[in-house]
């Protein structure tokens, strides 16, 4: 059950993160250096996160465009609109047979602080993943501590990847049917 929960909170996280990077096109890019993204999931079992990203304009860029091909496969609307106070983001994407509609609200300054609350609605799954909303508080740390590069993203316990290394998390994501290789053998 636990295992069902994660596979279907990585594929909403994606859903979420697909639609906010095919957007990202059209908000500023952050200023350069160590943010801090707290990120809370209402309405959902999975647990709060912190995490920290270095970044710079041109990793920014390349999650952007490393994600809205992607995204551009798998959403059927993709909509941003600049408000008074930030932006509106609207999308409507599909990952594995799943329909995620969002709707964000985006606030803040891009070189200090902003903040994203994403209201999601998934078409199949547990009734605890369906409907959730998700916020990101993203600061301005100031500068990348030392031995960081752009990119770096530093989770709870210290587990550190680079964006720019993802292509090698997708063996990580559940797939929709199991590899020749990964399939269980016939001996007793």
Not at 85 to 90: A, I
Not at 93 to 103: N, P
Request: aromatic share 4%; charged share 20%; net charge positive.
């Amino acid at each position: 059950m636990m295992r069902g929960l994660l596979s279907l909170g990585i594929c909403g996280s994606a859903l979420a993160l697909s639609a906010a990077f095919a957007a990202a096109e059209e908000l500023p890019m952050r200023k350069a250096g160590l943010w801090e993204m707290k990120i809370v999931k209402t309405g959902s079992k999975l647990p709060d996160l912190t995490m920290q990203h270095c970044t710079d304009p041109t990793t920014d860029k390349e999650m952007s465009n490393s994600v809205s091909p992607l995204a551009k496969q798998i959403c059927s609307k993709q909509d941003v609109q600049q408000t008074a106070s930030g932006y509106v983001t609207d999308a409507v994407c599909s990952v594995a047979g799943v329909s995620m509609t969002s709707h964000s609200e985006i606030t803040g300054d891009f070189n200090a602080a902003y903040s994203v609350t994403t209201q999601s609605h998934l078409d199949k799954g547990p009734d605890s993943l369906r409907n959730t909303t998700t916020k990101i508080d993203a600061k301005y740390l100031g500068d990348c501590k030392a031995g960081q590069k752009p990119g770096d993203i530093v989770m709870p316990g210290g587990f550190k990847l680079n964006v720019r290394d993802a292509e090698k998390l997708k063996n990580l994501l559940p797939s929709s049917s199991p590899s020749p290789s990964s399939a269980p053998s016939a001996t007793k």
